[in-house]
C-alpha cells in the first residue's frame, strides 16, 4: 500500500540510550518496534526498520531511510533526575503536528500516562524542544517517547504492555497512511 513506512528505535545496538537497573532504552524500543513493524506488515504495509529482530543500527541509519516516505517514526523512551517524572510526547515539524498528537494520545491512553508537550496534546514542534535540532525530524521523521523509563512503575507499565501500545501506534498510522 502506497509509500513504505518507515519504524526506528532509538540508539542502538552500541548505545544502550537511557538505562534504568537492567532495563535498557534501545533493548525496549527495539521489542516496540518490532511489534510495529509486524503488526503494519500483517495490515499490508510495506515497512523499513533500522535492523532485524535484536538488531538496533546507529541514527545515521535511521535517517537515511526516512527520505522518499511520508510516515517515518523512531521510538525513544525520556529519562529524568526526577523518579517521578511521567508522560508521553512525540517531537515532530508542524506538518506531523496532528498525526503526533494522535500517536502520543494512543500510547498514553493505553499506559494510563498524561500527555506531555505544547499545551499537554502530546506534541512538540522541534524548534521548541530542549533537545534543539534533531537529525531525525528534520529529515522528515516523528520521534515517540513513550514514557519515563527512570519512573519504576511507568517503566513497568511499558514492559507490561508493548504490545498494546504497538496495536495504538499501528491504528493512528493506518488511520494517517490510509488503509
Not at 548505545?15 to 532504552?25: K, L, Q, Y
Not at 500483517?42 to 535492523?51: F, H, P
Amino acid at each position: 500500500m502506497g509509500k513504505p513506512i518507515v519504524i526506528t528505535a532509538g540508539h542502538s545496538n552500541n548505545d544502550p540510550g537511557a538505562v534504568n537497573g537492567s532495563f535498557h532504552e534501545a533493548v525496549h524500543v527495539t521489542k516496540v518496534r518490532n511489534a510495529l513493524a509486524h503488526i503494519l506488515r500483517e495490515a499490508g504495509y510495506t515497512v523499513l526498520t533500522d535492523g532485524v529482530g535484536d538488531i538496533n543500527e546507529p541514527l545515521p541509519s535511521a535517517i537515511k531511510l526516512v527520505k522518499g516516505v511520508d510516515i517515518a517514526l523512531e521510538l525513544h523512551c525520556n529519562a529524568s533526575a526526577n523518579k517521578t517524572a511521567t508522560g508521553v510526547e512525540t517531537i515532530a515539524l508542524p506538518k506531523h503536528k496532528n498525526m503526533a498528537q494522535d500517536i502520543s494520545a494512543a500510547v498514553a491512553k493505553v499506559y494510563g500516562f498524561k500527555l506531555r508537550g505544547e499545551n499537554k496534546l502530546g506534541w512538540i514542534d522541534q524548534s521548541q524542544s530542549h533537545r534543539g535540532k534533531l537529525g531525525y525530524v528534520s529529515a522528515g521523521g516523528m520521534i515517540l517517547e513513550l514514557g519515563f523509563l527512570s519512573n519504576d512503575a511507568d517503566m513497568k507499565v511499558m514492559q507490561d504492555n508493548y504490545w498494546k501500545a504497538a496495536r495504538a501506534i499501528a491504528e493512528v498510522i493506518i488511520k494517517y497512511a490510509g488503509g
